[in-house]
């Protein structure tokens, strides 16, 4: 089973405020992603780090979302101003980056919901 | 562009008969097709079930398989008999075989298995 840790599990916020979620990867996994899935069951990749370094990111995250992968810190998303559109499921996965081992383990995820 | 579709669901079967779930996908990016097939049961994170990273090849876990088959580039998900603990909601995934690109995923098959 994945130890992913994601919190919070749930988030609850009005349009226009700061939503924040965290993630800590599996110990030793170097590469950590976020994913959105709505409620149509869609998959949307929103970014991902090497580490501390971004390696690729979409456009709807550089202009709303914030992220970062801290060292000795979990990793956050930040939704800077909150729109009914971004209530979905928030997935964190992290990957071992290994030759043969490029699976992603995912954590439970934290499901915001925007009023 | 890169993508996969899966049987769209919901699908009921009972319990001992045979299963299958088809999942084709497009790589058109990715030189070396790494497939996947997670399962998330209910209440429960999206867990990794099989993975196959070397077309032709098999891969099998929890009594189902999957075969990577790249001249139709389909990766079916098969099980001889189901089981009541098989019901959960399974996607397939199309990852690359550099481990920092994300992952492109089915919309989900929903399963319920009837005893």
């Known amino acids: 089973n994945s130890k992913v840790i994601q919190t919070p599990r749930y988030l609850v916020k009005g349009q226009g405020q700061k939503a924040k979620m965290r993630c800590i990867p599996e110990?030793?996994?170097?590469?950590v992603f976020w994913y959105q899935q709505n409620k149509n069951n869609e998959f949307k990749f929103l970014i991902n780090f090497q580490n501390q370094e971004v390696l690729q990111q979409i456009d709807m995250t550089e202009k709303r979302f914030s992220a970062e992968c801290p060292s000795n810190s979990p990793c956050s998303l930040e939704i800077q101003s909150s729109e009914a559109g971004d209530s979905a499921l928030y997935l964190c996965?992290?990957?071992?980056?290994?030759?043969?081992?490029?699976?992603?383990?995912f954590g439970p995820g934290t499901r915001l919901t925007v009023l | 562009g890169d993508s996969v579709t899966q049987t769209e669901g919901p699908v009921t079967v009972s319990e001992s008969e045979s299963l299958i779930i088809n999942c084709t996908y497009s790589a058109t990016s990715i030189a070396y097709p790494n497939l996947f097939w997670y399962v998330r049961y209910p209440g429960e994170g999206l867990q990794l079930l099989l993975k196959?990273?070397?077309?032709?090849q098999k891969g099998s876990s929890r009594g189902f398989e999957a075969t990577y088959n790249k001249e139709t580039t389909s990766f079916h998900l098969q099980k001889a008999s189901v089981q009541e603990s098989d019901s959960a909601v399974y996607y397939c995934?199309?990852?690359?075989?550099?481990?920092?690109?994300?992952?492109?995923f089915g919309k989900g098959t929903s399963l319920t298995v009837i005893p």
């Open positions: 996965a992290s990957s071992p980056w290994d030759w043969g081992a490029w699976e992603q383990y």
């Open positions: 196959v990273i070397t077309a032709g």
């Open positions: 995934a199309l990852g690359s075989d550099t481990g920092y690109q994300n992952f492109y």
């Open positions: 110990k030793g996994h170097p590469v």
